[in-house]
Structure formats: structure tokens, C-alpha cells
């Protein structure tokens, strides 16, 4: 995948649904460089960071994650500069490497099993799961020089630790994966669950951004407008009998 330059402040580099690599994105200010997630894998990371350098862009300073699942955390360890991610997102990832290193959980069988996973470690590569260097709660905003992000805690479908990475600027919102089912709660991981009301909470934390985003990067989709992509969050309110969404769900 080559990187896709979405303006003159922010690119990405598109999601590939095969190995269910998400987007990871660049964020560049006059003085920092903020991406947005941190890779499934340090290939992905490396991948990523090539693109940056054939671009003429500068490497991150600071990267921030929208939520802990591997394909958007298990590259952190080879990002460049510091890493951001909320509280929960933290506990989340130290709860994973436990289940990694411990081959009589069962768990670790799922997270080995997942899509992509055997591509991004193959056999005798292990992933080096690592936490945030800076906690967040509630919001945090940082100003990049000529550009700010926000990043805001959010109640949301997919995880309890979902972050939306706001740029107002741009009017730019990465999104991640938050609108999605979640798979983390219940006993079947293949079931999938959309609590309305998380999906509510979502909904009033970005209708409530000023100014409105117009561009909605998702994680494991291309960019959206808003018409499209609120549009669709209602429609999964009232989901009309027997139809499903048309978004990818991710984890």
C-alpha cells in the first residue's frame, strides 16, 4: 500500500483487509508529528514509517492509540518517539502480554488465531507487547504547532477503552474501530454484540465536536464523509430486519 495524502497536514496509510492491518496515519505540525495508532506488527510500523520517508515527512514524535486490540498496538514497541493511550488501554495491554507469556491460558490460542497474526509473527517471532509511555483520561489536547489534536476519551460499542483522535483544523475525526461489535465481553468471541446504548454515548461525543468533523478516518475502511458514516450509525440504531452493516468489523 502506498500513503495517501488526505491534505497538507495529515496521510495515511490505507488498511489492508487481507492481513486486517487498519490505517495508521500522520499527523504533521509545524513543530510535532502525532500518528494516529501504532501497527499490528514492527513490520507494519516499518512499512508505515517508509512511506513517511519517501513522502518527505518526519517520523512521529508522539503516537496515540485508539484502543488496545494487537492490530492497532503490538507494533508500539518499535515507534518512534513517545506513546500515548488512556488508562484502560494500558491495563488492557498488560493483560494481554500475561496471556502471551503464559501457554497454559486459553486465551493466548485466540489472540495467536487472529487474522493476520501469523503473517505479522511468523513462526519463532514472538510480539513484544509494551504500554504506553503517557496515560491519559477524559481529554487531552496537544498542540503540534499550526495544528492541534485532541484526543477524547469516548464511551463506544467496540471497547471500554475506545479514543477518538480529533483534529479541528482539518476537521478531521479518526475514528478507529469504536463504532464496531464488541467482541471482548461474553463467553463466544464470535458472537458479536452492539450495545445501543455505548452506541448512543458515541454518537453524542462526536455530534457534539465543534466544529464538526467532515472526514471520518476509519480503521479498517476507507475515509468517509459525514452524511455516510453518522448516517450509517444511525441506521445500526434501527437496523431494518434481516440487514447487516456494510462496514468491515474489526478488532
Same mark, same amino acid.
Given at each position: 500500500m502506498s500513503l495517501v495524502r488526505l491534505s497538507e497536514r495529515i496521510s495515511y496509510l490505507p488498511?489492508?483487509? *487481507?492481513?486486517?492491518? %487498519? &490505517?495508521?496515519?500522520?499527523?504533521? =505540525?509545524?513543530?510535532?508529528?502525532?500518528?494516529v495508532d501504532a501497527g499490528y506488527s514492527p513490520r507494519h510500523v516499518e512499512d508505515f514509517y517508509r512511506e513517511?520517508?519517501?513522502?518527505?515527512?518526519?517520523?512521529? #514524535?508522539l503516537t496515540a492509540l485508539t484502543h488496545w486490540h494487537w492490530d492497532h498496538s503490538f507494533g508500539m514497541g518499535a515507534v518512534a518517539g513517545l506513546t500515548v493511550a488512556r488508562k484502560e488501554t494500558n491495563e488492557h495491554l498488560l493483560e494481554a502480554r500475561g496471556i502471551l507469556l503464559d501457554p497454559a491460558d486459553p486465551r493466548r490460542a485466540d489472540i495467536r488465531s487472529a487474522q493476520g497474526f501469523a503473517e505479522e509473527f511468523p513462526p519463532g517471532e514472538d510480539p513484544v507487547v509494551v504500554t504506553a509511555d503517557l496515560e491519559f483520561e477524559g481529554e487531552l489536547e496537544v498542540d503540534l504547532g499550526g495544528v492541534t489534536a485532541r484526543l477524547i476519551a469516548t464511551d463506544a460499542p467496540h471497547t471500554n477503552d475506545s479514543t477518538l483522535v480529533y483534529v479541528p483544523e482539518e476537521r478531521t475525526l479518526?475514528?478507529? +474501530?469504536?463504532?464496531?461489535?464488541?467482541?471482548?465481553? =461474553?463467553? #463466544?468471541?464470535? &458472537?458479536?454484540?452492539?450495545? %445501543? /446504548?455505548?452506541?448512543?454515548?458515541?454518537?453524542?461525543?462526536? *455530534? =457534539?465536536? +465543534?466544529? /464538526? %468533523?467532515?472526514?471520518?478516518v476509519i480503521g479498517h475502511c476507507p475515509p468517509e464523509g459525514p452524511d455516510e458514516f453518522l448516517g450509517y450509525l444511525h441506521e445500526l440504531l434501527q437496523p431494518a430486519p434481516g440487514e447487516g452493516g456494510t462496514h468491515a468489523s474489526a478488532s
Open positions: 488498511h489492508v483487509e *487481507e492481513l486486517d492491518r %487498519p &490505517v495508521l496515519a500522520l499527523v504533521r =505540525g509545524d513543530r510535532l508529528a502525532l500518528a513517511l520517508v519517501s513522502a518527505g515527512l518526519p517520523l512521529p #514524535d479518526f475514528v478507529g +474501530d469504536c463504532f464496531c461489535e464488541d467482541y471482548d465481553s =461474553g463467553d #463466544d468471541p464470535s &458472537v458479536c454484540r452492539l450495545d %445501543p /446504548a455505548r452506541l448512543c454515548a458515541l454518537l453524542a461525543t462526536i *455530534e =457534539g465536536l +465543534d466544529p /464538526a %468533523p467532515e472526514t471520518f
